[in-house]
């Protein structure tokens, strides 16, 4: 759905900055990469994201499995980027930017699921749980952006 428009065409908007953020976080902001604090282990989410969107889906199909997974994998995919911002102490400026962004999109989908059930009837239980276990993994981060600032440290003075 997100990859077409409504007319059924490719939604190139969206396709070519998904490759560019990408190419950014590849090629661009390479060296930013922390890999002596970056332990978290991905298989830990992958494994049971994979599991439940065999087993919790809307239709036995490939293509829907592999949708259900996309949504599952979203939902807890700022999980990597807690950890790492909770081992570390502290967030820099313009991750904490980013990272309220990512929230504050998600944020935004309780107004497109009102909206949608309301004047289109429309109600996707996976979609909703999905969203809100992502929007309660984000009320800690928001918390912080929120009291501490920008740049966000954990550590004591």
């Known amino acids: 759905q997100v990859f077409h428009r409504p007319d059924g065409e490719p939604n190139v908007v969206y396709i070519g900055c998904s490759f560019a953020t990408l190419w950014m976080i590849y090629y661009k902001f390479r060296a930013t990469y922390d890999s002596n ?29 592999l949708w259900t ?19 570390t102490g502290e967030a820099e400026t313009i ?11 998600r944020g935004l989908y ?4 009102i909206w949608r059930y309301y004047f289109e009837s429309f109600f996707d239980l996976i979609v909703i749980v999905a969203g809100v276990v992502q929007t309660i993994l984000y009320c ?8 501490k600032g920008k740049s966000i440290s954990l550590h004591r003075n």
């Open 110 to 113: 309780l107004f497109n699921w």
């Open 95 to 105: 991750t904490s930017h980013y990272l309220f962004a990512l929230g504050l999109y």
């Open 69 to 87: 997974f996309s949504i599952y994998l979203e939902s807890v995919a700022i999980l990597p980027q807690l950890f790492l911002v909770s081992k």
């Open 140 to 147: 800690d981060f928001f918390y912080l952006y929120v009291t």
């Open 37 to 65: 604090n970056d332990t978290f282990r991905v298989e830990f989410l992958i494994v049971p994201v994979g599991g439940l969107s065999v087993l919790v889906n809307h239709d036995f199909t490939l293509l829907e499995i």
